[in-house]
């Protein structure tokens, strides 16, 4: 539907729903504005953006007011240039004229439009309200309240796209004023900071600072987590000042949004504590060698150990989270160059299990970038507490139930926050999520047809049987409106996403609950629905790292070479920027099998539990040192840019091999032009290999139901330790922590706790056939009855020390079980 | 005994509790029961007397010490003439039957020709006064409930709404717009689930219609929510009332629960499958929660603050679903409209402005009260007639209407009738019905300065011209009132309220420079009086 509308004179043709300010701004005509901002619900407060409509006697807001057939807007009459400027005077009137000192100053709005308006003067005088002043919600952010234009950005940013309303405004008139009112359910992801217009909010992360004149500022992928969010990391004297979005607020994956973790986390690359030298163990203490002696002491020792025991007896585990360019050095290095089979990353934690569900739905009609969620009519989350994990996917989900009216399931066996926006909230026990991906199946789509035609349903189908509606809600503990209440919507929606994070793939039976998550995506395109398959990725480059992973293939997985050399089988391994001790569970029996080594090599940034163990260390670089690509969650190619030279003597990743294949006189040419070559014969040019289709297939799922509760002992969850790893390398060198703290939070639901008589706050001892660990339980309904809720983002809470050391039978993925803990009171 | 909140301020109360146990002692069979506030707050405390056979007489400004007298009068059938306001020999309830009390006492002058209630015309406070608020039985048998059975067993919800259209209602709260209208829109939205609100925030200083009509008569709003939910589609419906009013909402909380005891609320009401919820929603005292979208964020927990529309509350209201608001008075003059008809109610009022109107006439007035009359009445009908104008023979000076954020109408105007055109054609508005009447010792400018001062306190601060212009009218205002001011400072006064007219985000802003509008443009020579130099 199109109006027909003018402005200024000219004839413009305008799509029916849009503002008069969208309108004119597609078609070059410049309106003022302050509070107006694209990602949001138009918020009218500052009425810059009055333009006049012929026939009206009010001038209208542009920013709220739709274009209608045949209106004739004027954008400069006298009227509303007048007002225009005597509403940017009452703006001006408090606010104080520190620009000099002001982080924000040189791209400020307030300061462009008071020159733009020519304001030199004004006629009325300050009064300024007495204010009491309290700590902002996170202490990230500093909030200077004279500087405050009350646009209320921030207001809206954190309630209609993050969802929190951590802060809002208190008290009313003139005594308005921005406040943190929810501080508890703040995630410091800095929206707020990031749309201000102003210097009202400033970073209070980093004493380095930068006037925009001082600084560069080039875009790069964030290589924190998968999502591959665009941002512009500003750098002064090859340090990281800050990073902004303001340029790439048009781009996916993130549109301008980022989460804590991209925006205030990026100075642990000019941390004091990176490691900058190779370092030999020589009796057991650490001695700085140079850069020669280092790669020999490296070919030395692979030599020796592959002449004694064979090409076998070695293993490389890599990280995902390194450059494409990076890992095809290092598996054409290890492969192809040393012929050692073993070479694997940390994507086989992360996706492998989704990699096998790729291909049952290759014959769907589907999309896997996150813009897809815009245009779907619900989104089924399962396994993961997306605003903890990825909130860019939260905050996007968010958008689609904004502006699409987009239905959500969520599927957790604790709460979560999008649990807020859920319209079937089915909060399951752990271990149980089989049955319930099983019984919506039979639900929804048993009696229709589109499923009789997709390949493997009759077996899948007998395997239905036991999964009845009762069933189900009985085994998984869920409430059973909102089961129905799924399966409607299961059954209207023309488009549906699965959105599936970690706590799926990477627990007790991973790869089954994959698929039979996987079976209910292919159930739905077998409905003729539209159907979209979003796995989130805890590694910046998992997907790429798992196509590299597998087009090499062969060899021992990550967990199979840490039970090799528990067994005596691994002799020599080579871990890059992986820390398997903060990343596997049982901790002591990754311990064990890295000190049965005769040599250990580590490449990394820091010094990790891993580095500890280590005969060998060489310094990497981050990515912000670096260039390549990523492949993001999404399957989509992502640059990485340099924006920052290598700090002091480090080198990239795959420099480093290169460097030792030379050394070696390898077979293996490993030139940036050969390493590009190679890349873009495994990678396609925007992303992932998208290979010819394939008939829609459903899995068999194999399924044994776990134990239940046992007297006195709670289900062990923890939310997001797919992250812990992560966090643990890098990140928490990042100054920001010190001020977030980073204890671990335990849930534990107050029935639980009533009945087994722990109070809130006090001290337990959780114990299983693998360890204990002292912990101070909170008491909160967001835990299940029956589990004890662990949240961490990092890696040092000693959980991992409970589990033991499992791999998933398919994807050979070491997982954190379904394991019961005894609760002691100490 | 009349106990509405007016009452008992007069302390009817006091009287309420001698009297029942006057009765109790003197073990006299006299049914002693409370009814609302029949307007004549001036006259307050008021107790109708019933003697079967005879006329109803209202007693006024009885006093404790009267229970003896009365008491001593009715054993004999009797009333105390000393005490007698009026009397009323038969009634109109409008939607039932003709109530007949009787005849007698003919030295008691007739309701109709007391002068505060000869001008009125009582559609909406018709039961106000004579009927039990907390008795569902009075209001059915007044024929109440009638209206809700004709919409649901007799009419389509179509046949409703264009029986709204027809009667040509307006919306109470202010703004005026066409209520059949207005229910069309969410009427036309898909959706699962649709809402209606009550607006009982009533805000602004003086005024109080709808506190009494929601302690006088609370079934009238729950009967016109019912039907008006029928015609749209709604299953379920809020009233949003402001916590100051406590007697108004425990009167709509017995009057919710006795019609639901009546099954006139909840599933399949007269067995005609529509099926309707109602709660109550306590406000905080914020004034801009009267406004639409302020009030829905209220409900739903958030800070009342207005947002841009559209989307209109009609497309995302309450939880983002489509949802109709109106204000208690316009609810309370749906049961008529159905029951007798839109052409009949078209037939009251003026042009474009049927039926009638309750305003609170207060201030320096002789008589306040509340008083309902037809759409047009002209201001000096209000003023003279039923006001009989300023106390103690005072000369009245103007009168400000519409709220806070109303204008200030000289007496030289005082033919404007009361209707939504001529009201803002003289630079005030028709509001929600507050009438603040001012003599000839009241500054204007401070009157203004008084106003200003309390959209100042209410502004919610969230668009730039009403926040900071506001504050900064104010400041003016102080500096003319301390004699301090020059030509530039009224020039700039003047020139703010322009500009926070034309650009703020809601009605609150849009209308809130009134008040210093009408009064530069009626009583320039007070301003003028003020400014430096000028004495």
Not at chain 1, 637 to 650: C, F, G, I, S, Y
Not at chain 2, 149 to 176: C, F, N, W, Y
Request: charged residues 25%.
């Amino acid at each position: 539907m199109t109006v027909h509308i003018t402005i200024n004179g000219k004839e413009i043709e305008a799509e029916k729903g849009k503002t008069i300010l969208e309108v004119a701004r597609e078609n070059g005509i410049y309106i003022p504005t302050l509070c107006y901002h694209s990602h949001l619900h138009p918020i009218g407060s500052c009425r810059l953006c009055v333009v006049d409509i012929e026939g009206y006697p009010m001038p209208m807001a542009a920013c709220t007011t739709p274009v209608m057939d045949g209106i004739k807007v004027h954008t400069n009459t006298g009227r509303v240039l007048k007002m225009r400027r005597q509403a940017m005077e009452l703006i001006l009137v408090n606010h104080p004229l520190d620009c000099p000192v002001c982080d924000k100053g040189g791209e400020c709005r307030l300061q462009d439009l008071a020159y733009e308006f020519g304001i030199a003067e004004q006629p009325f005088h300050a009064k300024k309200p007495e204010r009491e002043h309290v700590p902002f919600s996170t202490p990230l952010i500093r909030q200077w309240y004279d500087r405050c234009v009350l646009c209320l950005r921030c207001v809206h940013v954190c309630h209609e796209l993050v969802g929190n309303a951590a802060i809002d405004i208190k008290e009313t008139g003139y005594r308005s004023v921005i406040y943190p009112v929810a501080p508890e359910r703040c995630y410091s992801c800095g929206e707020c900071l990031s749309v201000c217009p102003v210097g009202a909010l400033t970073e209070a992360v980093n004493p380095l600072r930068g006037r925009i004149w001082q600084i560069e500022r080039k875009q790069t992928t964030c290589g924190q987590c998968g999502v591959g969010c665009q941002m512009e990391v500003s750098t002064y004297e090859n340090k990281p000042v800050n990073i902004k979005t303001d340029d790439v607020t048009e781009e996916g994956p993130n549109y301008g949004s980022l989460c804590v973790r991209g925006r205030f986390f990026y100075d642990y690359v000019s941390s004091e504590e990176r490691l900058t030298e190779p370092k030999i163990k020589k009796a057991e203490e650490w001695v700085s060698a140079g850069w020669d002696e280092a790669y020999e002491n490296a070919i030395d020792h692979l030599r020796e150990v592959m002449k004694a025991h064979g090409p076998d007896s070695i293993g490389f585990i890599a990280s995902a989270r390194l450059l494409n360019e990076d890992l095809v050095a290092l598996f054409e290095f290890a492969k192809n160059g040393l012929n050692v089979p073993n070479v694997d990353t940390s994507s086989r934690i992360d996706l492998s299990a989704h990699g096998t569900s790729l291909t049952a739905l290759k014959g769907a009609s589907s999309f896997k970038d996150l813009d897809g969620l815009l245009d779907s009519d619900l989104i089924v989350i399962a396994g993961g507490d997306l605003d903890a994990t990825a909130q860019i996917v939260a905050n996007r989900i968010r958008v689609a139930q904004r502006l699409h009216d987009t239905k959500v399931i969520t599927i957790n066996s604790y709460k979560t926050r999008l649990d807020e926006i859920s319209d079937a909230i089915l909060t399951c026990n752990s271990g149980t999520e089989i049955p319930v991906f099983n019984g919506l199946v039979k639900a929804a789509f048993e009696g229709s047809d589109g499923v009789k035609k997709v390949s493997g349903w009759e077996d899948f189908s007998k395997q239905l049987t036991d999964y009845s509606a009762d069933a189900v809600c009985d085994a998984a503990q869920i409430d059973r409106e909102m089961f129905e209440t799924a399966v409607a919507l299961l059954k209207e929606s023309a488009s549906v996403s699965f959105v599936s994070g970690g706590g799926l793939g990477q627990t007790t039976e991973g790869s089954q609950k994959v698929k039979a998550f996987a079976n209910l995506a292919v159930a739905c395109a077998a409905s003729g629905k539209k159907i979209g398959w979003l796995p989130v990725t805890a590694y910046a480059n998992g997907w790429g790292a798992l196509a590299i992973q597998t087009i090499y293939g062969g060899g021992l997985s990550y967990g199979e070479m840490i039970q090799a050399a528990k067994e005596g089988k691994i002799k020599a391994l080579v871990v890059v920027e992986e820390d398997p001790i903060a990343t596997l569970p049982d901790t002591s029996y990754v311990k064990e099998a890295l000190d049965n080594l005769d040599f250990l090599m580590v490449i990394d940034l820091f010094e990790t539990e891993t580095v500890k163990k280590a005969d060998l260390f060489i310094p990497s670089c981050s990515f912000m040192e670096k260039s390549g690509t990523f492949i993001n969650m999404e399957g989509k190619k992502r640059a990485v840019n340099q924006v920052l030279d290598p700090m002091e003597k480090t080198r990239a990743v795959g420099v480093i091999f290169s460097d030792i294949a030379e050394k070696m006189k390898l077979e293996v040419e490993l030139t940036p032009e050969v390493i590009q070559k190679k890349v873009s014969e495994i990678l396609d040019q925007d992303g992932l290999k998208t290979e010819g289709k394939d008939a829609l297939a459903f899995f068999q799922i194999s399924y044994q139901a776990t134990r239940m509760e046992e007297n006195g002992h709670l289900f062990l969850v923890p939310t997001d330790l797919h992250y812990n790893h992560h966090y643990g390398t890098d990140e928490v060198h990042a100054s920001a922590i010190e001020k977030l703290g980073k204890d671990p939070e335990y849930l534990i639901n107050p029935k639980d706790a009533a009945r087994l008589g722990v109070e809130d706050g006090s001290t337990v001892t959780i114990k299983t056939e693998r360890g204990e660990l002292s912990i101070s339980p909170t008491l909160s309904d967001e835990a299940k009855e029956g589990h004890l809720v662990v949240r961490s983002h990092y890696h040092d809470t000693g959980i991992l020390a409970l589990f033991p050391f499992e791999m998933d039978d398919e994807t050979k993925t070491p997982f954190t079980g379904n394991v019961l803990v005894k609760l002691q009171k100490s | 005994m009349g106990l509405a909140t007016c009452g008992i301020a007069a302390g009817g109360d006091r009287v309420y509790t001698a009297l029942e146990a006057a009765i109790r002692e003197r073990g006299l069979d006299v049914r002693l029961a409370k009814v609302g506030c029949i307007g004549y707050c001036r006259e307050e405390p008021l107790v109708n007397i019933q003697i079967p056979g005879k006329p109803l007489v209202i007693l006024h400004r009885v006093t404790e010490e009267d229970t003896a007298a009365i008491l001593d009068a009715v054993a004999d059938g009797d009333v105390p003439r000393e005490k007698a306001l009026c009397q009323i020999d038969t009634w109109d309830p409008l939607v039932g039957d003709p109530l007949t009390f009787g005849i007698g006492f003919k030295d008691i002058p007739r309701y109709e020709e007391i002068p505060y209630f000869a001008p009125q015309k009582k559609i909406v406070l018709r039961d106000a006064g004579l009927t039990n608020p907390e008795d569902i039985e009075e209001y059915i048998a007044v024929g109440g409930y009638r209206a809700l059975h004709k919409a649901l067993t007799q009419m389509t919800p179509e046949a409703v709404i264009d029986e709204v259209i027809a009667s040509g209602l307006r919306g109470r709260g202010g703004a005026g717009f066409p209520t059949g209208m207005k229910w069309n829109f969410t009427k036309k939205e898909k959706s699962l689930q649709k809402y209606i609100i009550c607006n009982a925030d009533e805000g602004d200083p003086g005024a109080y219609m709808n506190r009494n009509e929601m302690e006088s008569d609370p079934h009238m709003i729950l009967e016109g929510m019912l039907i008006g939910a029928y015609a749209i589609g709604a299953r379920e419906g809020i009233i949003y009332v402001r916590s100051e009013y406590p007697l108004a909402i425990e009167r709509l909380t017995k009057a919710m629960d006795e019609a639901r005891a009546h099954g006139l609320l909840g599933k399949d009401i007269f067995g005609s499958g529509f099926s309707f919820e109602l709660t109550l929603a306590e406000g905080a005292g914020a004034f801009v929660c009267g406004e639409e979208t302020a009030l829905i964020a209220s409900i739903e927990g958030k800070t009342g603050r207005p947002r841009p529309r559209p989307p209109f509350p009609a497309q995302k209201g309450l939880w983002g679903m489509p949802t109709n608001i109106n204000n208690v008075e316009t609810w309370t003059n749906i049961p008529v409209i159905i029951q007798k008809g839109g052409g009949w109610f078209a037939g009251i009022g003026a042009e474009k402005n049927s039926g009638t109107k309750v305003y609170s006439l207060v201030g320096e007035v002789d008589r306040v009260g509340l008083v309902e009359v037809p759409l047009g009445t002209p201001i000096q009908t209000l003023v003279y007639d039923i006001g009989n104008g300023g106390i103690d023979g005072r000369e009245i000076k103007a009168v400000q209407t519409g709220g806070p954020s109303g204008g200030c109408i000289p007496a030289s105007l005082f033919d404007t009738p009361m209707d939504y055109e001529h009201l803002t054609a003289v630079g005030s508005i028709m509001g929600s019905g507050g009438v603040v009447v001012m003599d000839e010792t009241t500054s204007m400018v401070d009157t203004a300065r008084f106003f200003i001062g309390f959209t100042n306190e209410e502004s919610c601060g969230k668009c730039v011209p009403c926040r900071e212009g506001l504050k900064h009218m104010l400041m003016i205002l102080d500096k003319i009132l301390s004699g301090k001011a020059t030509q530039s400072d009224l020039d700039l006064l003047k020139e703010l309220s322009g500009i926070i007219k034309k650009t703020s985000l809601c009605g609150l802003g849009q209308t809130a420079p009134n008040p210093v509008l009408t009064t530069l443009k009626y009583f320039k020579n007070e301003y003028d009086a003020y400014l430096k130099g000028a004495k």
